[in-house]
């Protein structure tokens, strides 16, 4: 499947900032799922510093915002040929080992709800793909996809108790477990093409687990699949943290407004 996907990242500001430096992970590789044929940048009110590919293997761009500038946009422009790999991303590539994924993050860490949660697959081996088939359905049953209830610094066990929560929460949720039963798991954050419109508030997140025999193997929990055609990935990490959109420093700058545009088509 070819898809192109346009996502505008608009910054507006009383009075501008007199220091910014961000770092943008929004450049998809090529990978067994995907194969990038076009991905250009363009900015308004800031300019590319340096590129270069973090710990976990992600493309960044480290973006500058111009002194003073009062409006800033970063846009993303390509073309992307998918491969239905059933989610399976297979080895692993990076530097880092696979233990590392198995550590717990503040976003991540285990209370009371998760460990309950991770009590009901109590024969859980890291061979068994089907324990986190299950465990992504027990996820979507007892988190209901619901906007604005949580925000980018709501954590897994805080996610689970209320019970409603977005795709970052899913990811969460399901990687916290997904540790305790023994499977190094990481986040992912990308792009989806979705059925019903092109135009979209947000990129799209969901997990990776490693499962013995199979290799990285992803999870969609907002919509109880692994990854297919429609799916792109641009960023992994231990949680959302590492694999943000943008991540920064700011300074002098007055009243942000962020508007953020995607669009994601056949």
């Given at each position: 499947?070819?898809?192109?996907?346009?996502?505008?990242?608009?910054?507006?500001?009383?009075?501008?900032?007199?220091?910014?430096?961000?770092?943008?992970?929004?450049?998809?590789?090529?990978?067994?799922?995907?194969?990038?044929?076009?991905?250009?940048?363009?900015?308004?009110?800031?300019?590319?510093?340096?590129?270069?590919?973090?710990?976990?293997?992600n493309l960044v761009d480290l973006v500058s915002l111009d002194p003073g500038a009062e409006r800033v946009a970063i846009t993303y422009r390509g073309e992307v040929e998918t491969h239905d790999t059933a989610g399976v991303s297979g080895a692993h590539n990076q530097l880092i080992p696979l233990w590392l994924y198995e550590r717990a993050t503040k976003l991540t860490s285990a209370g009371k709800e998760i460990r309950a949660l991770a009590g009901r697959f109590p024969d859980a081996s890291p061979k068994d793909v089907n324990v986190l088939h299950d465990l992504m359905a027990a996820i979507g049953d007892a988190i209901a996809y619901e906007t604005?209830?949580?925000?980018?610094?709501?954590?897994?066990?805080?996610?689970?108790?209320?019970?409603?929560?977005?795709?970052?929460?899913?990811?969460?949720?399901?990687?916290?477990?997904?540790?305790?039963?023994?499977?190094?798991?990481?986040?992912?954050?990308?792009?989806?093409?979705?059925?019903?419109?092109?135009?979209?508030?947000?990129?799209h997140a969901w997990a990776e687990a490693w499962v013995d025999g199979l290799g990285w193997t992803g999870f969609d929990v907002s919509n109880k699949i692994c990854p297919d055609a429609r799916y792109i990935r641009v960023a992994t990490g231990l949680d959302y943290r590492d694999a943000a959109p943008v991540r920064g420093l700011l300074y002098g700058a007055e009243r942000e407004n962020l508007v953020v545009s995607i669009q994601v088509q056949q």
């Open positions: 499947m070819r898809l192109t996907v346009d996502h505008t990242t608009t910054y507006t500001y009383e009075r501008g900032a007199s220091y910014a430096l961000l770092q943008v992970r929004k450049r998809p590789q090529n990978l067994p799922s995907q194969s990038i044929l076009s991905w250009d940048l363009a900015l308004d009110g800031a300019r590319k510093e340096v590129s270069y590919s973090d710990h976990h293997g604005d209830t949580t925000d980018a610094e709501t954590d897994a066990e805080e996610a689970l108790k209320q019970g409603r929560g977005v795709c970052q929460d899913h990811a969460h949720v399901f990687i916290a477990t997904a540790r305790l039963l023994g499977f190094p798991t990481r986040y992912v954050s990308g792009y989806l093409m979705m059925m019903d419109r092109i135009e979209q508030e947000a990129g």
